[in-house]
């Protein structure tokens, strides 16, 4: 697999467990909601400035590298752990298919 379809699919990924997991944030009532919103649009930013430098013919795969095991370490254990408390762990029924259907239809 290429650099080029690691951040094709790192980017489609990243939109789509983002969106799924502000969703549920919501639909929980996260009152950090808003502070995780604005890690999740940094990462995204960085993530389109790796886009940039990639289709400016750099080569990004170390950087990348680096970037992903902070990212995995620093938000996954940390801010991510912090709203694990507010989901129910029996989630109220239809809940997670809400945040799906949120997920695939955000505009409706
Ligand atoms: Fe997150």
């Not at 009152?31 to 930013?45: N, Y």
């Not at 430098?53 to 990004?60: H, K």
């Not at 298919?97 to 409706?108: E, G, N, Q, W």
Request: charged share 30%; hydrophobic share 40%; glycine share 4%.
């Amino acid at each position: 697999m290429s650099v080029v379809d690691v951040m094709e699919q790192l980017t489609d990924y990243t939109i789509g467990h983002f969106a799924f997991e502000e969703s549920l944030m919501e639909q929980c009532g996260y009152e950090q909601i808003s502070q995780h919103k604005i890690i999740h649009e940094t990462f995204t930013r960085k993530i389109k400035k790796y886009q940039q430098d990639l289709d400016a013919g750099e080569d990004i795969a170390e950087r990348l590298l680096d970037e992903l095991k902070v990212w995995l370490v620093e938000h996954i254990q940390k801010e991510d752990f912090a709203y694990v408390g507010v989901v129910p762990t029996k989630p109220e029924k239809g809940m997670i298919s809400k945040a799906i259907d949120r997920l695939m239809h955000p505009l409706s």
